[in-house]
């Protein structure tokens, strides 16, 4: 099926519902304050052409995850200064649990803290840096870690942090970056090492301010930003080339499960028989079946506010969520805001955000959860 023929429901149409999620609890995950900055940095770049993102090197920006019920329409920086459970870091992009352990992923580590005694430890690799995504295993005892920066996933154990499986596109076919730089890695790193990546032949610099960063966004030839488990597999989203791929983890051998999509984010179980995914460009949520074909689409292109400074740009659907009660939370960029959805009673709430926060997720934080009865409101949600 073509992508553009998915049946959409247009989310402009669903009934404004004042009430709606404001018992839920979450995460919210900002990865940098440079939002406004962002916003005309990525205009520009639509008015030249050319793929996104940079071709040099930068310095990780500052971030915060934390938490909050999420029941304000308008969301400040107060939010995070008043937050009995906050974490300061460089570019925090995913929260995961695994039991009481709480796993932050930054920049070029993982942070573990455990929600009832407070502990907390870090995890870093000479592998990781950009990382994007840390899905924990159904067992708990690994984590998957998606290191955008080296166009890899790679699996640690949670308890000693041994690596025990990393696959890196580079060496698996995807070796040309979108302006034809040739990407190639000519040493993997030993007893702890960077890895020795050329670019055009010429060592690259992967290093930024002392922290493992990788490759730029430009050079990266496939900006994975997600993975996770999929039985023996691993499902893999492919911002370039707008694609979900399934990898064999025995082999490595990749197939490419589903195409089309314009710079997608994250990838969610919706039920036992279904994903789905941000097709962020598109500013959709697309929906699809366990073998990867779309079912039905929400639109949320038709929903006012957008942004003046983005008035010239395309839309921008970070991460969407799964919350209690089979709602939905989505990071609106082109908005600045979080968009509570129900589905199924065609009812939205939109939550709004300042300007220059980079938002990346708003992480469901569950009844059973100890942060939950730090933020004064344990009751479960109503979903009124």
């Known amino acids: 099926m073509i992508l553009d023929d998915v049946p959409a429901v247009d989310v402009m149409d669903f009934d404004e519902a004042p009430s709606l999620g404001r018992d839920l609890a979450a995460l919210v995950v900002i990865k940098g304050f440079h939002q406004i900055e962002q916003n005309e940095r ?30 304000e329409d308008f969301l400040s920086d107060g939010n995070f200064s008043r937050s009995e459970v906050c974490f300061f870091g460089l570019e925090p992009h995913w929260v995961d649990f695994a039991g009481d352990w709480m796993i932050i992923a930054f920049g070029d580590e993982l942070l573990f803290y455990d929600c009832r005694s407070g502990e907390t430890r870090r995890l870093k690799n000479a592998w990781f840096g950009q990382i994007h995504s840390a899905v924990v295993s159904p067992d708990r005892r690994h984590v998957l870690v998606t290191s955008t920066g080296f166009d890899s996933i790679v699996e640690c154990e949670i308890q000693t942090g041994l690596v025990t499986w990393r696959w890196c596109a580079w060496e698996h076919g995807f070796d040309v970056a979108g302006e034809g730089h040739q990407i190639r890695l000519a ?69 490419e499960c589903l195409r089309g ?15 789905f995914i941000s097709d962020t460009q598109s500013g959709r949520i697309l929906f699809l079946d366990r073998e990867f074909a779309p079912k039905r689409a929400l639109g949320i292109a038709n929903l006012p506010n957008i942004v003046a400074a983005r008035s010239r740009a ?69 979903g009124a």
Do not use: K
Request: glycine share 10%; net charge positive; charged share 20%.
């Open 261 to 275: 999509l314009r710079c997608p984010h994250g990838l969610f179980p919706a039920n036992a028989a279904e994903y």
């Open 314 to 382: 395309t839309e921008w659907l970070q991460c969407t969520d799964l919350h209690e009660g089979g709602l939905l939370c989505a990071v609106d960029v082109h908005r600045s805001q979080i968009h509570i959805l129900d589905v199924a009673a065609r009812r939205r709430r939109s939550i709004n955000a300042p300007r220059h926060w980079a938002m990346q997720r708003v992480v469901p934080v569950t009844p059973a959860n100890p942060i939950r009865a730090r933020l004064g409101r344990p009751e479960a949600p109503t």
């Open 187 to 255: 040493d993997h790193g030993a007893g702890g090492a960077s890895p020795l990546v050329l670019v055009d032949g010429r060592p690259a610099v992967l290093t930024s301010g002392g922290r493992q960063f990788g490759l730029p966004m430009r050079l990266q030839t496939c900006h994975i930003n997600h993975a996770r488990y999929a039985g023996g597999d691993v499902l893999a989203v492919f911002f370039h080339q707008g694609a979900v791929f399934r990898i064999d983890r025995r082999t490595g051998a990749h197939i």
């Open 42 to 71: 990525y205009t520009r770049r639509l008015i030249e052409g050319g793929p996104l993102g940079r071709i040099d090197i930068r310095e990780y920006r500052q971030g915060v995850a934390f938490a909050a019920i999420l029941d």
